[in-house]
């Protein structure tokens, strides 16, 4: 198995100012499984986005405006097919991590 198929979609919860009344996960109450962020398989176009920036870190790129210079260098297209700007590539980074 690749991904989690029980995993709830993440919500954002106001921070409880009263200590120890948060959510604190119980080690022996939960199943971890591999890849339990994932609620699906990786799609082909998470793998090519996934090794290019990858391959872009590893070569010491960090600033923004390079990742997006570098993605489009590459061929790598935003999902609508067009050159990454800054706000398409939030935008994506924002919805694969949902």
């Keep these: 198995m690749d991904y989690n198929p029980h ?3 993440l919500q954002r919860s106001a921070s409880n100012q009263e200590a120890a009344k948060g959510t ?8 971890n499984l591999v890849y339990q962020t994932r ?3 990786s799609t082909d ?17 960090v600033e923004l405006k390079d990742i997006i210079s570098r993605l489009n260098e590459m061929g790598v297209r935003a999902p609508t097919g067009d050159d990454w700007s800054e706000k398409s590539f939030r935008s ?3 919805n694969l991590g949902s």
């Design 24 to 31: 604190i996960e119980k080690p022996d109450e939960v199943v």
């Design 39 to 41: 609620k699906n398989s």
């Design 45 to 61: 176009y998470e793998n090519l986005l996934g090794n290019a920036l990858e391959e872009i870190f590893g070569s010491g790129i």
């Design 92 to 94: 994506e980074m924002e």
């Design 7 to 9: 995993l709830n979609r």
